[in-house]
């Protein structure tokens, strides 16, 4: 069974930086797509970013371009957003998943969730 626990989440000031990561255990990396995903208050769970499974291949929200980068690496079986420039609205629980393909993920196409972390970005 595949099992994926997210760290790094907190507060942090409007404008600065975290580095979200997220283990994964149970199963080789190099067989799923891994993504991120957040949930803000009131809001439905939305698609972040994703990694396919060689990691050559990535793809983003509209609103985290340019801000938000994932990258992984399969021998640490660990995928990792880093997070920029953040606003009040990224506020929000982060969860990372595995799936098939990015190209589903980013329609919230997912097999195994992690518990999630929490970030809060103060304004």
């Known amino acids: 069974q595949v099992q994926l626990v997210e760290s790094g989440g907190g507060l942090v000031p409007a404008g600065g930086s975290l580095r979200l990561s997220c283990l994964v255990s149970?199963?080789?990396?190099?067989?799923?797509?891994l993504g991120w995903f957040r949930q803000g208050p009131g809001k439905e769970r939305e698609f972040v970013a994703g990694?396919?499974?060689?990691?050559?291949?990535?793809y983003y929200a509209d609103s985290e371009k340019g801000r938000f980068a994932i990258s992984r690496d399969n021998v640490k079986n660990t995928v990792w957003l880093q997070m920029n420039s953040l606003k009040a609205e990224d506020t929000a629980v982060y969860y990372c998943?595995?799936?098939?393909?990015?190209?589903?993920?980013?329609?919230?196409?997912?097999?195994?969730w992690g518990q999630g972390t929490r970030v809060t970005v103060s304004s």
């Open positions: 149970g199963s080789s990396l190099t067989n799923y797509a």
């Open positions: 998943a595995t799936g098939r393909f990015i190209e589903t993920m980013r329609y919230g196409i997912a097999d195994d």
């Open positions: 990694i396919n499974s060689r990691g050559d291949s990535t």
